[in-house]
């Protein structure tokens, strides 16, 4: 059975906010380099792992440099790729994926987009694919066909994506959601609180709307930030704030003295509140919401297609410290 402990999640995949921050800043300065030097943000890997881009354009004309497009800023490129983790959600009710699915395809297009910027591969696409490799990986399989037209779409962009999503996230495909800690911390809660039958049935509730605010969990940059255990406690908190049923921070003393884990009562409060204002800070978005960026957006990505019959290859290997 897999464990988080020895797992690449933990030892890969969890950053400080000011690492998390830089990441994400050093994909979209690609990007808007990628834009004024040749043109273009579509950075094309070939099969051979070889990075193509147009020649670059030398003999400019001062017209053509005021006419270019300009690059989304950082805090542009966040709320796209808030706007389609919703869509995520939103495939994955639709095909009635269990939560797990859903989790795993969030998490895969969270990492994906710290190696690469929205101008680079539209969100859209990668989302897909995002959601058909967390079909595999969760051993409940759907074809690209399928998955294609139950939303309309070429299901051939998925497959054209599959090996680049594979690439950008080394290849660690198992990954850790906070829903089955949270079945865990539940069960414990009946042992703790010595539960009747009618309490376990109170239980159940506060299990099902700690799943609904861990939805919301898997919307924020928390699953980059924080392990799958302190995910669930907040929202298991979170939903014992509604219910009022049991003392939580006489559960959270009764974990810390039971389990030899690092943190003091006070530092896993903190954490848990800073989960709790990213839970808070969620914005719905909808597509008047998005609509300046989508065309600043399509604006870079109509330059990229222009021009694509002369190519610049650089083998990933020398450019892999732009990546990191």
């Given at each position: 059975?897999?464990?988080?402990?020895?797992?690449?999640?933990?030892?890969?995949?969890?950053?400080?906010?000011?690492?998390?921050?830089?990441?994400?800043?050093?994909?979209?300065?690609?990007?808007?380099?990628?834009?004024?030097?040749?043109?273009?943000?579509?950075?094309?890997?070939?099969?051979?792992?070889?990075?193509?881009?147009?020649?670059?354009q030398?003999?400019?004309?001062?017209?053509?440099?005021?006419?270019?497009?300009?690059?989304?800023?950082?805090?542009?490129?966040?709320?796209l790729?808030?706007?389609?983790?919703?869509?995520?959600?939103?495939?994955?009710?639709?095909?009635?994926?269990?939560?797990?699915?859903?989790?795993?395809?969030?998490?895969?297009?969270?990492?994906?987009?710290?190696?690469?910027?929205?101008?680079?591969?539209?969100?859209?696409?990668?989302?897909?694919?995002?959601?058909?490799?967390?079909?595999?990986?969760?051993?409940?399989?759907?074809?690209?066909?399928?998955?294609?037209?139950?939303?309309?779409?070429?299901?051939?962009?998925?497959?054209n994506?599959?090996?680049?999503v594979?690439?950008?996230?080394?290849?660690?495909?198992?990954?850790?959601?906070?829903?089955?800690?949270?079945?865990?911390?539940?069960?414990?809660?009946?042992?703790?609180?010595?539960?009747?039958?009618?309490?376990?049935?109170?239980?159940?509730?506060?299990?099902?709307?700690?799943?609904?605010?861990?939805?919301?969990?898997?919307?924020t940059?928390?699953?980059?930030?924080?392990?799958?255990?302190?995910?669930?406690?907040?929202?298991?908190?979170?939903?014992?704030?509604?219910?009022?049923?049991?003392?939580?921070?006489?559960?959270?003393?009764?974990?810390?003295?039971?389990?030899?884990?690092?943190?003091?009562?006070?530092?896993?409060?903190?954490?848990?509140?800073?989960?709790?204002?990213?839970?808070?800070?969620?914005?719905?978005?909808?597509?008047?919401?998005?609509?300046?960026?989508?065309?600043?957006?399509?604006?870079?990505?109509?330059?990229?297609?222009?021009?694509?019959?002369?190519?610049?290859?650089?083998?990933?290997?020398e450019?892999?410290?732009?990546?990191?």
């Amino acid at each position: 059975m897999a464990n988080f402990l020895t797992s690449t999640h933990r030892a890969k995949w969890l950053f400080t906010p000011h690492d998390l921050k830089d990441k994400c800043k050093v994909a979209n300065q690609r990007a808007k380099l990628s834009l004024e030097k040749y043109g273009s943000t579509k950075l094309d890997v070939d099969v051979d792992g070889s990075w193509s881009y147009p020649e670059p354009q030398v003999d400019v004309k001062d017209n053509d440099k005021h006419s270019r497009p300009k690059a989304l800023k950082p805090e542009e490129e966040q709320l796209l790729r808030a706007f389609y983790e919703f869509k995520i959600q939103d495939v994955c009710d639709a095909f009635k994926f269990p939560r797990k699915i859903q989790a795993t395809a969030l998490i895969y297009f969270k990492r994906f987009y710290l190696q690469w910027s929205v101008m680079e591969h539209h969100p859209k696409q990668i989302m897909l694919t995002c959601i058909y490799a967390a079909c595999k990986a969760e051993e409940n399989h759907v074809s690209a066909e399928e998955l294609g037209k139950g939303i309309e779409q070429d299901h051939q962009i998925i497959l054209n994506n599959e090996m680049l999503v594979y690439q950008s996230l080394g290849f660690d495909l198992i990954v850790y959601a906070p829903y089955r800690a949270l079945q865990g911390f539940v069960t414990d809660l009946e042992e703790f609180l010595h539960a009747t039958d009618e309490e376990i049935q109170v239980l159940k509730v506060i299990m099902e709307t700690a799943n609904m605010e861990a939805d919301k969990i898997m919307l924020t940059d928390a699953p980059l930030l924080f392990p799958p255990g302190q995910l669930a406690l907040a929202v298991l908190r979170r939903s014992n704030e509604m219910h009022g049923f049991f003392s939580f921070e006489g559960y959270l003393e009764s974990l810390l003295s039971r389990q030899s884990l690092s943190d003091t009562l006070s530092e896993l409060t903190n954490k848990l509140n800073v989960i709790d204002t990213l839970v808070n800070n969620i914005k719905n978005l909808t597509d008047a919401d998005m609509k300046h960026i989508n065309r600043k957006l399509r604006s870079c990505q109509e330059r990229s297609s222009h021009d694509k019959s002369k190519k610049r290859k650089h083998r990933s290997k020398e450019g892999s410290s732009d990546l990191h």
